[in-house]
């Protein structure tokens, strides 16, 4: 991809489980950001981290931005039915255009 | 308004039509940005407005698809003489700073169907 990757693109995990993502990206930024997809219409945004953090949290979320890799994880800790959605990072490309990567498309198993 | 909204939710043409797709921002945001979305795909970014600056066009994918915005509120995506490729969800979203410096609020998006 020429904007960055996000992996794996599926993950299927039993609930109570921790679920990984990793995204990649090409450029330099300023910060990361996050998002949740729920059934292929709108995104609600899940975490910021700025390119001078390493780890931020948020509830069960733990995001880290490794800028010399241009990569970045999200963790979600004790895995529940409701967090099944698709996950997307997103980054400024260009002078303000935000890009997204292809997503991770999680399912949590009862 | 409470949140961003688009219209239609769903839109059904038939190939060669025209179609116009309608984004009420949040009140006071003045960055809107329109991308489309592939059923199965990732985001695939359209067009950028940021207040009174000329638009950041680079996402269009061909001349059929233009966007607007009037008095820096309503933003409307028009696709002229629709192909079947152009069947996908669109999505629109705003934010009150510079594109990327904060969250982006989305609509839930217009499904469209090109028959």
């Known amino acids: 991809s020429q904007q960055g990757e996000e992996d794996p693109q599926a993950l299927s995990i039993q609930e109570g489980e921790n679920a990984t993502m990793n995204c990649s990206y090409k450029t330099s930024i300023n910060n990361l950001q996050w998002y949740r997809q729920n059934s292929g219409r709108g995104l609600v945004h899940l975490i910021l981290i700025r390119s001078n953090e390493r780890e931020k949290h948020s509830g069960r979320l733990r995001v880290t931005l490794d800028t010399s890799k241009k990569s970045s994880s999200l963790l979600i800790t004790a895995s529940r039915a409701a967090d099944t959605a698709s996950y997307f990072c997103?980054?400024?490309?260009?002078?303000?255009?935000?890009?997204f990567g292809q997503g991770t498309r999680l399912t949590i198993n009862p | 308004g409470a949140g961003v909204s688009q219209s239609p939710s769903n839109k059904v043409t038939e190939k060669g039509k025209d179609v116009e797709l309608r984004c009420d921002p949040i009140s006071g945001h003045t960055a809107l940005y329109w991308y489309r979305q592939s059923l199965g795909q990732g985001l695939e970014f359209l067009i950028y407005f940021q207040g009174n600056s000329a638009p950041d066009k680079s996402g269009l994918p061909s001349d059929r698809f233009s966007a607007e915005r009037t008095g820096g509120s309503v933003s409307t995506l028009t696709i002229q003489r629709t192909q079947q490729e152009d069947s996908a969800v669109y999505l629109c979203a705003s934010s009150s700073k510079t594109g990327g410096s904060e969250k982006l609020f989305f609509g839930s998006g217009t499904q469209l169907s090109v028959l």
């Open positions: 997103a980054w400024i490309q260009g002078a303000q255009k935000l890009v």
